[in-house]
């Protein structure tokens, strides 16, 4: 593969020991190298970023939303009651991770799309 452009300009930057060994151990979980861990997390934030502003946040609420729904449903379902304290549990659990699944979406749609593969 012939790149267009080689990378010719570096940043540097400083973090504590504690800081490290969590990058360290997330470029490990992925089989990499930390600098290019680091150097692929920086740049798909930086894609993100220039997403439209409300894209990720309206992605976050959408995917809490279908949560919280096919939880109640699931339950309705199989005819389970869904008491008040249930039904905050579904809530609080949709809360805790919609905003990280939305931007892996975003990281896959932009992956797919960028590869040339565009399933409709």
Known sequence: MVRSSRRTKSIGLKVSEANFATLQALA??????VAEWCREALLEWAEIQ???PAEPVLLAELLGLRTILVNLFFKLANAEPVTPTE????????????FKKALARLKEAKTTLRGGVCNE
């Open 28 to 33: 490990e979980k992925e089989g990499k190298p």
């Open 50 to 52: 220039q997403a439209a």
């Open 87 to 98: 039904m905050q549990r579904v809530i609080e659990r949709a809360d805790a991770d919609k």
